[in-house]
């Protein structure tokens, strides 16, 4: 039985008169501990289906099951814990009015129980981070420093899958890797998994060991990396490919 299963997942939001299908009966499987990629062009609907896999937006048809149970409109404590997200804007990510600290002992709380107490010196430890840092405001930290705190505050609830929304991609090269082999590495360790967005295709290939290919709002391939990225069968995916080389 897979960790978690999306069964024909569809979404449409309205605008105006004017109807977008974000999403169209998109269906996968993620396994225990595997970091799975999602790629596509903007607007394919990749951050549209880690909103309703948070829970933060509901599908309009299909549903996703968590270890074979559906999760339902209305999500348990337990079931909102064992998903959770990381955003691309770090900073914004955390109150701006508050200690890092206290923004991710809140979030535990919130998840756990008003008893529960983050381990704060050991989160800065698996993150990298000195403890010191945690005691200042988002605005005085670095990008990549708030990100690692971005990823302790995803971890520190224990969840079982972590939904990372093009993470790095307001870092710069080297802080990219850091950040990306930390997440490897507490994925292996605390044997999470993730899904795993970005439009960095050498990123996806390193990472993952299994992508899937959107194009509006379509899954329209998906396969080990290896295969989808050195010999993609799909045309879109081809061109996806040629745009991304064209690019650099
Ligand atoms: N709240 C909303 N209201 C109306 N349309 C929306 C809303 N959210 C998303 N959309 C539309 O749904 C489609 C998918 O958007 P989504 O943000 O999921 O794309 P994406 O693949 O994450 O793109 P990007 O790579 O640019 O982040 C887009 O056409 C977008 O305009
Ligand atoms: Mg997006």
Redesign the pocket.
Known sequence: MSLLEARDISKSYRRNGLRTDALRDVRFTLDDGEILGIVGE??SG???L?RLLSGLEKPDRGEFLLDGKPLPAKRTKEQYRAIQMIF?DAPGSFQPRRRVAASIREAVKSLCGRAAEPDLDKLCALVGLSPDLAQRYPRELSGGQCQRFAIARAVAASPRILLC??ITSALDVSTQAQVLRLLADICREKHMAALF?SHDLSVVSCLCSRVLVLYEGSLVEEGPVRRVIGAPEEAYTKRLLDSVLEVR
């Open positions: 903007s607007g990749k951050s549209t880690l691309q929304d093009e967005v």
